[in-house]
């Protein structure tokens, strides 16, 4: 079964303008990464966050994890239409060794 | 070489036939992976090869078959798949056992008639 909920489903803003995504899991993680995917592509990397980590940066990316909510939330900042893709967590537990990925968020970034 | 690449891109099937997907990194990692997505929906894990070790999602039907001929090649033999099997399989790589970052590959659009 799917762990991560992600909301919203989907997000529309115009370019330049910042975008918040949220993360909600059920069980206890290692790590938390959060993917990338353009339409039909494969996914791509962006960031993970270890469990005993709070806040991540990467470039135009935040990332924040609040293990006692068990949610992360993803921050693109000053966003550009090349950012319109899917994101989607995915939670990564020792017990299993494998990644659980969450619904995802479609981003649409209009120019 | 930080890719991971699959072919074919597009496969179109019927439903008796016999064809196989194809994946391969050159990255080193020791585990590969198999996803099957549907439109909209996130990846589901369909089968892990760790250390050339096999790990299967109990629920992937026997008309799907992994092999691992070595650790750079991951393959997905498909056998009487059914129109529900229409998706998009991703092969994925990362170094080692784990819940680590994972490496994708672009993906194969199956279409089963």
């Known amino acids: 079964s799917q762990q991560g909920e992600e909301d919203p489903q989907a997000l529309s803003i115009q370019e330049g303008e910042n975008a918040t995504m949220n993360c909600s899991y059920k069980?206890?993680?290692?790590?938390l990464q959060w993917y990338r995917q353009n339409s039909g592509r494969g996914l791509v990397h962006l960031i993970l966050i270890r469990s005993n980590e709070r806040e991540k940066h990467s470039g135009r990316l935040r990332v924040t994890l609040d293990t006692s909510k068990k949610s992360s939330s993803l921050l693109i900042t000053a966003s550009r239409a090349a950012d319109t893709a899917s994101y989607f967590c995915?939670?990564?537990?020792?017990?299993?060794?494998?990644?659980?990925f969450g619904q995802g968020t479609t981003l649409q970034v209009k120019p | 070489d930080t890719e991971v690449t699959q072919t074919p891109k597009h496969l179109v099937m019927g439903m008796t036939n016999k064809k196989s997907l194809k994946c391969e990194q050159h990255?080193?990692?020791?585990?590969m992976y198999w996803y099957k997505q549907k439109a909209k929906k996130p990846p589901e894990l369909m089968f892990v090869y760790s250390y050339e070790k096999l790990s299967i999602n109990e629920s992937v039907p026997s008309r799907f078959s992994p092999e691992c001929p070595n650790s750079s090649l991951l393959n997905l033999h498909l056998h009487a798949l059914q129109p529900e099997d229409s998706a998009l399989y991703l092969c994925a790589s990362s170094q080692g056992e784990g819940p680590e970052t994972q490496y994708f590959g672009p993906g194969t659009r199956l279409l089963v008639l």
């Open positions: 990255m080193g990692h020791r585990a």
């Open positions: 995915a939670t990564g537990s020792s017990n299993t060794g494998k990644l659980i």
């Open positions: 069980t206890s993680i290692n790590n």
